[in-house]
């Protein structure tokens, strides 16, 4: 049964203990097929799992550990540290300062092992924002909490979906800003991570498409002219600068294209047109890399599920995936920490 | 082996003959799937369907008929109208005034037959703007020669793709016209043509979902205030008329969402938010509708591959699609055609 030498040690934070984290990560642990890629431990409260575990009526043992390489690694075996952040259960559901901390102290508390190298990646489970604010802990998110503490290199966003790799050049602005937020600049500094990132995963001079913003790529300027203005310069000069990439791709054909093996990834120009095509796929096959730390993070793409928190009725498929991704990739990302970026 | 009674006749135009439209339409014919669901009849000139069999090395009958029902439908044997446009092979993957003419005219002896009801519905293979354009042909493409000659109401593209069905709100625009070209009258318009039109699919009540414009719809004016502002008052004017309508929901979890059942359709904002979704999940499997004319016309959603043509490698999946569609949607179509908007 035990399969300790070659599988990797991954930290798992059950995220806000009064949404969904905690019910996916048990549930997660239960997938024979994590347990057969992945070893794991826990940073939670026992309070917190064993409800749990209650509530979906499991009959797991709940095994603390004073070191993350400490556990009996069985099936029906949860091996956890004792955060100690909460005394007794929590209400699901709700927004409240004791969620907010306990979240953050778990994730805390696993960047640590990270840190330390006493597990080589970690897979989280959502945080709530408000919980956070309630709980006056002093980050907004999973990804300024690992920038604070574990920064290597640029934070970057890295979207897998059935071997499809999506980075994004903007993220969180208003659609109307988009356009004028795509710069040749932009462009130039994105891609060398995206090449850096896609090696770390262990992938062989990756090329990377960049997509195009107008519908059909703009129809030489027919449909706007951004791709010849900036997203085609920029390609160019990547390439004059001898960087595998191609682009800029219309978008309705970049993501099937990647998917099918023509790219190694993709830079998608915003939020929408990476995300579209990522859910899109495979709703909860998208797993979200954190790359530009000091080790890999992993997540499931979605928030606390407040609404359904504590009813067993949450969908586990993103933590199975996050933990096989964070499997097969931490020890690679590790590896890789010291390559360079091509110039 | 014969089954007229109850398959659907499908009236099948080549297209431009020195794109790939022959070698898909050949190659689909061959399908046995195709083949038990749909009858056919093929608007064509014997010389370049005898160009597109000896390309591909195929042994198949050629079987001029004098009226559509007059085929064999025989596997092996292509029933096919003789046009009589071409007088001998073409040069593949060529601009040419020979080959827009050729392709305009075995379209308009398609709708010729369609709106005559001797084929039920028409699905088409593509057509070249520049060899139309050569040819001097009056119309830019398929769909300005539909509008002129079936229109029934307006013409809407409907993409059907496993399943989730596609509309669109504005499509060949620039970018950075979309935010302004998003109009509460403009969706309140589409709205009824929508949901009248998956009633002609043969669908009931159909709910139809809003897709949002920004990351999140927004989330309450931090990423974008469309969805406050334009799209939200506009489905709740909708559902205040006693519409079935739902949104706007974020777009990244819209498409997935009527791929699981939840919705009937999906109104898209932009061309590439509904073409990501579409092409992502099933790029050859993709197939457009139009909706809005006296029968139902479907077709492949890619161009003549000129750089490809003639070479016997084009992917026929689209095609096979395509035909599926017509032959499982345009009974029902034409039958609904006095269907009434929700008013």
């Known amino acids: 049964m035990s399969n300790n030498g070659s599988r990797p040690l991954i930290g798992i934070t059950v995220g806000d203990p009064a949404g969904v984290g905690p019910e996916i990560v048990i549930k997660a642990l239960q997938d024979g097929g994590v347990r057969e890629q992945v070893r794991s431990v826990v940073y939670a409260d ?135 937020a795509i710069t040749g600049e932009g462009i130039l500094e994105a891609l060398p991570l995206c090449e850096l990132y896609l090696r770390q995963l262990g992938l062989d001079e990756p090329l990377v498409a960049v997509a195009a913003l107008n519908p059909h790529g703009g129809e030489q300027g027919l449909f706007g002219t951004d791709e010849m203005d900036v997203i085609g310069p920029a390609v160019t000069e990547a390439k004059t600068r001898g960087w595998k990439v191609a682009g800029p791709v219309p978008a309705d054909s970049v993501f099937n294209q990647c998917y099918e093996g023509r790219y190694d990834g993709v830079l998608s120009l915003y939020h929408d047109q990476g995300h579209i095509a990522a859910k899109t796929l495979d709703f909860h096959g998208t797993v979200s890399l954190t790359m530009g730390l000091k080790f890999l993070r992993t997540s499931v793409d979605h928030g606390t599920a407040f609404d359904i928190a504590g009813q067993g009725i949450a969908d586990a498929r993103g933590m199975v995936e996050a933990l096989l991704a964070a499997g097969q990739y931490s020890a690679s990302v590790r590896e890789g920490l010291d390559l360079a970026p091509v110039v």
Chains 1, 2 share one sequence.
């Not at 934070?155 to 208003?174: D, E, K, N, P, Q």
């Open 46 to 180: 026992r309070a917190c799992l064993q409800q749990a575990v209650e509530m979906l009526g499991l009959e797991m043992e709940l095994n603390e550990v004073a070191s993350p390489a400490d556990g009996k690694d069985e099936a029906g075996v949860v091996d956890f540290i004792e955060v100690g952040s909460l005394a007794g259960p929590i209400a699901y559901g709700q927004i409240s300062a004791e969620g907010g901390q306990a979240g953050y102290a778990y994730l805390d508390r696993a960047i640590d092992a990270a840190l330390a190298g006493e597990v080589v990646g970690l897979a989280t489970a959502p945080l709530n924002k408000e919980s956070l604010q309630a709980g006056k802990v002093p980050f907004i998110d999973h990804t300024a909490v690992l920038k604070s503490r574990a920064a290597h290199r640029e934070a970057m966003t890295l979207f897998v979906v059935r071997g499809l790799r999506i980075f994004f050049l903007t993220r969180h602005i208003s659609f109307r800003e988009i356009a004028d």
